[in-house]
């Protein structure tokens, strides 16, 4: 049995991940309206109908807008810390009580068979947190929305077999860019987003023996180019002397079209 995933969505407008085995079947996020998230299920080859549950990362809209939908329409169960819960408050609609469960950061439960364990990240959000996902000794790591990449966050998440990372923004574009200088600050920030650089940087010290795919995510519609974003990372990487194109490939995401499902084996 096997592990596998599509990064349905990711970028400024919205960002939506789905994880599943024969057993479960996990969306992260749901930040597009209920009609696309259907649209990018389907085209991911997942049966909205077969989904488990909804873990949420924080409550910022590109990453709740079509939650409350989503779990209305198939009964799905979510899985958020007080905090979030308290931040979404009613921007996600009415929910049964059933469907409402505590996922405290730092956290691991086991989901029939995939133990997922949540840690924080430093973004300017109520308590935002990110997951990995391990089964059959395989492991999946999702990092987007943080300011910087910690020593801890790197402990976490290294030497996953797929890794989805943050590569926001090419810092030249940001700063000569239209986007007032309040917000720029946020961006560069510590509780911000992760430029090209910096995640080139971090990866050189995560990547481990197992790590075969890195997906780079949550590019900046404004500030970023998929092409820039890749060849910022691999550049680095080859520098290091990593196997880029070889035993490691590097990945583009989408705003708006899911990654092929891909198998962990």
Do not use: C
């Amino acid at each position: 049995m096997t592990l596998r995933f599509s990064v349905l969505a990711s970028g400024s407008t919205g960002n939506a991940f789905y994880i599943g085995t024969d057993k479960e079947n996990i969306l992260v996020d749901a930040g597009l309206s209920g009609k696309q998230m259907d649209r990018l299920l389907t085209e991911a080859g997942i049966n909205p109908e077969t989904l488990s549950k909804i873990l949420v990362t924080h409550e910022h809209s590109d990453h709740i807008k079509g939650l409350g939908i989503m779990a209305r329409k198939y009964n799905l169960p979510i899985y958020a810390n007080e905090k979030t819960w308290k931040a979404m408050g009613d921007s996600i609609g009415k929910l049964t009580l059933d469907q409402k469960f505590i996922f405290n950061m730092e956290e691991t439960k086991i989901f029939g068979d995939i133990d997922v364990t949540s840690f924080g990240v430093s973004h300017d959000a109520a308590e935002p947190m990110f997951y990995t996902f391990h089964h059959n000794g395989r492991k999946v790591a999702i990092v987007t929305d943080l300011g910087y990449v910690s020593e801890r966050i790197k402990k976490t998440v290294e030497d996953a077999n797929a890794l989805i990372f943050e590569a926001n923004h090419d810092v030249s574009m940001l700063q000569m860019g239209r986007y007032p200088w309040n917000v720029k600050r946020r961006i560069l920030g510590d509780t911000g987003h992760v430029s090209n650089d910096d995640s080139a940087l971090a990866l050189t010290d995560i990547i481990g023996d197992h790590t075969k795919r890195i997906y780079l995510a949550h590019l900046s519609k404004d500030n970023n180019m998929k092409e820039l974003a890749r060849m910022s990372v691999e550049n680095h990487l080859t520098e290091q002397g990593f196997p880029i194109g070889d035993q490691i490939e590097i990945h583009d995401t989408d705003p708006n079209n899911p990654t092929p499902l891909f198998e962990v084996v």
